[in-house]
């Protein structure tokens, strides 16, 4: 679906469909990515003056944070980057600079782009493959004077019949013949790959990173070495689909994969940046704290709208969407330098999950758990089922652990239902019995006694 048809409330709609609850969140991102089209149909000089509302999501684990960010950038293809704001350090300090983000952004939507690139010459690159694959299987002529043999190769690659033909192209084109019926698969072939060469492992901290230096260590060594060509035995199937990746990426223009990822990075990047509330400096200012403002700060450029150098060229990032998340249980969003603050004037607070948002999970969306463990099972022949009370059960077990311990939202699903079903999914393979009901007493034998033991429940769920 293009971006001018997704209205917020469709893309509310759409989010719906995979996260329960968490309503004024969904609408501050619907607005937001709606808010990009928008700016994108407006006169270009007033465009560029318009920047994007970054937003802070308030919430604890589990609550749907990253999974609403994700999905949104789905819904029109955006080139999408998670990272932990926790894993930079400030500038002159050892481990990753705030700038790499964007760099890894570039990377990805090249890599996207340039995947996109090979399917639209896909059907050349299978022409020039196949043409690869008959001047391989042409040597099977044996010349006999002003006329040549061709052997007629059947699928037990027996040679059962000899037609004389004559140099033409005729040749050639008995072969393709019986290449696209199929009948030269079992037939092995020599084909010249690329060695894949492992370059030395090279780590530099730089707090510009290495492209700044107008380095690329992987491509330096690439010349230094240069790829060695092997010959491969396989079958002709085997070559023919390497040989068509081979022809894609040379049909591909990588001048024009690079402009095209620069451009959707920089009008419709998303970059999510979880755990925000990692990078508020403690009181007391010891230790690993001594860093974090000087993190925020370093951010602060990024988010605010600048220039960064990669190795394809330099990227804005006035118009890239920002997302920070954090649980900020122990240090609130207005602990954040202020102007950082002022890049993210969107707040939204995402709530708890209770009894009640643990059953719509389970059963609603289209990924819902219970319909995942339903399919896994069919694979094994087992029709697995689940009543509505079990569901019920699950959900007040899911609640119950959360209260009791540490709060990781929808996440204790996951250890409830592994927990659950465990015995059938290591018996599944040999089950006679293929038909199996989960109901409120098979959970309660499974669980209770975990439940009831709180310091085991600690350890197992």
Do not use: C
């Amino acid at each position: 679906m293009s971006s001018d048809e997704l209205t917020p409330r469709m893309i509310v709609e759409r989010l719906d469909q995979h996260i329960i609850g968490q309503n004024e969140a969904k609408r501050a991102v619907a607005i937001a990515l709606r808010n990009r089209w928008r700016r994108q149909n407006v006169r270009e000089e007033l465009a560029e003056e318009i920047s994007p509302k970054n937003i802070i999501m308030i919430g604890p684990t589990g609550v749907g944070k990253t999974e609403i960010a994700r999905r949104l950038a789905k819904l029109d293809n955006s080139p999408f980057l998670k990272v932990e704001a926790s894993k930079f350090t400030e500038v002159g300090y050892v481990g990753r600079d705030v700038e790499s983000m964007i760099r890894d952004l570039v990377e990805l939507t090249v890599n996207t782009v340039r995947l996109e690139e090979q399917e639209k010459v896909r059907a050349k690159a299978a022409e020039i493959a196949e043409e690869r694959i008959l001047d391989i299987l042409l040597p099977l002529r044996q010349p006999e004077g002003p006329e040549d043999r061709i052997v007629d190769i059947q699928e037990s690659q027996q040679y059962t019949t000899v037609e004389s033909v004559p140099v033409s192209d005729t040749i050639r084109e008995k072969l393709r013949k019986l290449l696209r019926e199929g009948r030269l698969d079992n037939r092995m072939v020599d084909i010249e790959t690329s060695e894949v060469r492992q370059g030395p492992m090279i780590e530099i901290f730089s707090s510009s990173g290495v492209e700044d230096m107008g380095l690329n260590i992987k491509e330096m060594f690439g010349n230094l070495f240069p790829q060695k060509k092997k010959k491969v035995r396989m079958k002709v199937p085997e070559a023919m689909d390497i040989l068509e990746e081979e022809e894609a990426q040379r049909l591909v223009d990588m001048e024009k994969v690079t402009r095209i990822a620069l451009d959707r990075v920089e009008q419709s990047g998303i970059i999510f940046l979880d755990e925000i509330d990692k990078i508020v400096g403690a009181d007391g200012g010891q230790g690993p704290d001594v860093s974090r403002e000087g993190v925020q700060r370093d951010l602060l450029p990024i988010v605010e709208g600048s220039n960064v150098n990669t190795k394809y060229g330099m990227v804005m990032t006035d118009h890239i969407l920002f997302i920070a998340a954090g649980a900020f249980s122990g240090s609130k969003p207005s602990d954040l330098i202020p102007e950082l603050q002022g890049r993210f004037p969107i707040r939204v607070e995402l709530n708890s999950l209770g009894k009640e948002e643990f059953i719509r999970i389970l059963t609603e969306p289209s990924n819902a758990l219970v319909k995942q463990y339903i399919e896994m099972l069919a694979t094994e022949g087992i029709e697995l089922s689940f009543t509505e009370d079990a569901i019920a059960e699950i959900a007040e077990y899911a609640s119950l652990v959360n209260e009791r311990t540490e709060n990781i939202g929808a996440r204790r699903l996951y250890t409830i239902m592994e927990n659950l079903l465990e015995d059938i999914s290591f018996d599944a393979p040999d089950m006679e019995e293929k038909k199996i009901v989960i109901d409120e007493n098979y959970v309660g034998e499974k669980l209770n006694d975990i439940i009831e033991d709180e310091d085991l429940s600690r350890y197992i769920l």
